[in-house]
């Protein structure tokens, strides 16, 4: 308990100064839903995504990460600016979403039927598993699916990892005790699992793989989904942002300078 506390204090703070430095509202600012033409007059779009290792991160003074840099070419060739605000909590990201305060989730996202009647969804990204995170010396190691019935499973509050788990219960028949983590990330628990302060967590294979080099002792390969589509999620009130959005992937998808980028944070080795 210790432990999870020192994560959840670390992280809240870290989480806290990452949002002052990147946020440029202000406290009392109003927000609306957006769409195209609105975010072309203001001139920024405005992005939420998750500090992680694929996605948004600060190296060497320099942000960086896969949906940062892509959507940063987005807003480059619409000759406008990009704000992009990390947010831990999945909750949060959707509820910005929908009051306005964001104009997207730039964060790939795993496009289930239930996320469906929140956002819009661009075209695939990627495609990716929900997969089980353990150590590799658990007594109790999970083997399959059939394995988690009975067993303590972490997973981020309403994310797709939650749903899935619901779903794996009627085909188990088995009842997971589900712990819903509201406030940090993925890494976060990939953390406690390799400190041994839970035993399993449940997130997506894409992000799970950018930490395997750092969390040494722990074993991510049991799948609890087939493939997925990932992509970024856009708010109901902006058909014209998904319309334009996706027809600028289409054409971007086929560029030289989008293999780099993908390659970049998708196919580097790991050390």
Request: glycine content about 6%; some cysteine; aromatic content about 12%.
């Amino acid at each position: 308990m210790k432990r999870l506390l020192k994560y959840i204090v670390a992280i809240t703070v870290v989480s806290t100064a990452i949002i002052l430095l990147f946020s440029k509202k202000k406290p009392e600012e109003s927000f609306y839903p957006r769409d195209y033409e609105g975010i072309i007059e203001s001139g920024v779009i405005k992005a939420v995504t998750e500090y992680n290792a694929v996605s948004f991160y600060v190296e060497d003074g320099k942000v960086c990460g896969f949906d940062y840099e892509l959507l940063e070419a987005f807003a480059k060739e619409k000759g406008i600016k990009m704000e992009m605000t990390p947010e831990m909590s999945f909750e949060k990201r959707l509820d910005g979403v929908s009051k306005g305060q964001f104009d997207m989730i730039a964060l790939g996202t795993a496009t289930t039927s239930q996320l469906k009647d929140s956002l819009f969804f661009t075209h695939p990204l990627a495609i990716g598993k929900q997969i089980l995170i353990q150590r590799t010396d658990n007594e109790n190691y999970i083997k399959s699916t059939l394995d988690m019935g009975g067993k303590t499973i972490y997973a981020i509050k309403n994310s797709p990892a939650i749903m899935r788990i619901n779903n794996l219960m009627n085909e188990i028949a088995d009842s997971i005790d589900v712990k819903e983590i509201a406030e940090y990330g993925s890494e976060q628990l990939l953390a406690m699992v390799s400190a041994g302060d839970i035993d399993y967590a449940v997130c997506d294979e894409m992000t799970a793989k950018a930490y395997i080099g750092k969390y040494k002792n722990l074993d991510m390969s049991t799948n609890i989904s087939f493939n997925q589509f990932y992509s970024w999620g856009i708010s109901r009130k902006a058909p014209i942002l998904l319309d334009s959005i996706n027809s600028w992937l289409d054409r971007y998808i086929e560029t030289k300078e989008y293999k780099t980028l993908y390659d970049k944070y998708f196919n580097r080795k790991k050390h």
